[in-house]
């Protein structure tokens, strides 16, 4: 940690500057933004408390109610949706999958390839470009895993293409999953649900009324 003399303010360079020679502008915005990022972290920490409270809570219920049934409940839980008894507030424990192709991807495509070189340029046209689309890469040299995955709902009998579809499926590896916690209130009577934000991005604040000067 750096020992920076009474009177002195470190700049982005680390050069040690008089707080004299400061512009008062300067010192209010360093002022501003240590004072917010202060609270940033006071409320990132609290969300991460909350997380790690709701999961602990959530997986100890789920064990409380397995055991009515003497029921273990082993590896992962998730995807289950708490509601409360008046059905106001609903809490959602989802668990998302990151999924990978293997080699066997490259299998899948050149059968698709062979498919579609006996295709003719007007028949099944359009499933030329569903495939072409589905294997595009973005800028990270990445497949998109669901448009690969939606070749699957087409239905087309050719031998050759369900080998591919197969291979698709076959090549599939989980590589990781992430927990997500989601809180929602129903909206009035009705049977539809607003989440409750837990990210800044989310929050809706209403816009303040202008200060009087006096």
């Given at each position: 940690m750096n020992?920076?003399?009474?009177?002195?303010?470190?700049?982005?360079?680390?050069?040690?500057v008089p707080e004299e020679l400061i512009k008062p502008i300067d010192l209010a915005r360093d002022e501003l933004v240590s004072e917010l990022v202060g609270h940033a972290k006071s409320v990132s920490a609290a969300l991460a408390q909350f997380k790690a409270t709701a999961f602990g809570d959530i997986k100890a219920f789920v064990d409380m109610s397995a055991e009515q049934y003497k029921a273990t409940i082993g590896g992962k839980k998730g995807n289950i949706t708490l509601l409360s008894f008046d059905g106001q507030y609903k809490i959602v424990h989802a668990v998302q999958d990151s999924i990978k192709f293997d080699e066997r991807l490259?299998?899948?495509?050149?059968?698709i390839d062979e498919c579609a070189a006996e295709w003719t340029q007007d028949a099944?046209?359009?499933?030329?470009?569903l495939v072409n689309e589905a294997f595009r890469t973005d800028k990270a040299g990445e497949i998109s895993t669901g448009r690969v995955l939606g070749l699957r709902r087409l239905e087309i009998q050719d031998?050759?293409?369900?080998?591919?579809?197969?291979?698709?499926?076959?090549?599939?590896q989980v590589v990781g999953s992430k927990?997500?916690?989601?809180v929602y209130e129903r909206i009035g009577t009705s049977?539809?649900?607003?989440?409750?934000?837990?990210?800044?991005?989310s929050i809706f604040v209403a816009d303040r009324a202008p200060s009087t000067l006096h």
């Open positions: 020992n920076i003399p009474e009177g002195f303010r470190q700049d982005a360079k680390g050069h040690l490259q299998a899948a495509r050149a059968l099944r046209s359009e499933v030329r470009v031998e050759r293409w369900q080998r591919a579809m197969q291979a698709i499926s076959d090549a599939v927990s997500y916690i989601r049977d539809q649900y607003a989440p409750i934000p837990l990210d800044i991005a």
